[in-house]
């Protein structure tokens, strides 16, 4: 009997260590780009862009938190708040509230599109899905990347050069190939992209609580502690464990977080895309049907995104790509649930791409015309 529990006992440490080592730990050049795809697609794509923001906590030591956070989060639009609004700032970082800008000019421009107040009202009361953004014409796409740009006041160059430095980093990893991977190894050129990205982003005036909230945030040492970052190079340090992590097939939560601001601001700047999406009409509403189209939308422009960093990883994606590779046993008990490439997924990507090039000519000439 003894012997018995012992042989189980071992079972089940074993199965948790392969469980670590292959589900979540592993780093393997066939299998990452599908990984990635898939925990985007099966999981995190719904949470970093279906849920509410949420409500807001009081109390005397949340005062100064909500009266940052309720200027641009007061509404019932969907945003990522993986630790509430509560502790959203734990997950800050410098010109934060670039993305702020973006989402505020957007929901104003939105307001066009959402018909009767009440029967929204009604919609919204009925469930927790939040309201979704409509397709824009380029002009009113463009108006609202204009407002942002002005919100931002002194900071509007610096907001600007990261909306390029975006732009032009997703592109390149996206169609260059010398911003792919070779094996497990990331590119220099991408690690740079990034580097120079995140250095553009910490420049100059800051407002004032996040930077408060940057400085003295126990969080964040945490964070930079754990990871073992460079404190004479931060942001360099930063752009290599983030590409590391990629090759993992997932991201850790202030990376996650940093990835959602990416992937909302490449959905705001591309609301006149024809994006093509999976159509599921079973509404009893015609306001649920807009915004279950508009949910639908939502989901396929950060699944193109997904893919484009999936094929930056791995050049055959799917799941037979792993399967044919792959340990049948580590497969089965050890691999996280994978999923195909969506078939709309590299026509999406195409026209995405497209509209980016043509907001990268925009922004040049707002701001230096």
Known sequence: ?????????????LYVWNTIKYKFNERNEHKMG???YSWITLGANKTMLTNRAGKFAEGKKNEENNKFLKQYLSDKYAEHTPRTLENYMTLA???????????????????????DKDKLTTYLNSGTSPIFFNPHSTVAVEKGIAQALDEAGS??????SVMLLSIDLFKNIAQNSEYHFTGLERSEKAKEALESLLDEMSKGEQQ???????????????????????RANVT?????????????????PYFSFAYSR????VLMLTLDAEIEIEEKDNAFTPIE??????????????????????????????????????NFLVNFFFTQSLTDVNSKDEENLKRILEKLEERRSFINSTVRP
Not at 1 to 13: D, G, H, R
Not at 93 to 113: C, G, H, Q, T, Y
Not at 214 to 225: A, C, G, K, Q, T
Not at 301 to 313: D, E, Q, T
Request: hydrophobic fraction near 45%.
């Open 34 to 36: 599908t990984k990635f």
């Open 155 to 160: 900071r509007k160059e610096t907001f600007a």
């Open 208 to 230: 004032p609580h996040i930077q408060k909230s940057v400085e003295d945030n126990e969080h964040i040492e945490r964070f930079l502690s754990k990871k073992g970052i460079d």
């Open 289 to 326: 049907l807009v915004q279950k189209r508009n949910l639908q939308r939502t989901l396929a422009v950060g699944r193109a995104i997904a893919y484009a960093f999936a094929k930056s990883m791995s050049s055959d994606l799917g799941v037979e790509a792993v399967k044919k590779r792959g």
């Open 1 to 13: 009997m003894y012997s018995t529990l012992i042989a189980f006992a071992a079972l089940v440490l």
């Open 262 to 265: 990416f992937v909302n601001m």
């Open 93 to 115: 970082f410098p010109n934060m509230d670039f993305i702020f800008f973006l989402r505020k000019a957007f929901i104003k421009s939105n307001e066009v599109f959402l018909g």
């Open 236 to 252: 360099g340090s930063l752009s290599e464990k983030f590409f590391y992590e990629l090759t993992q097939g997932s991201l850790s």
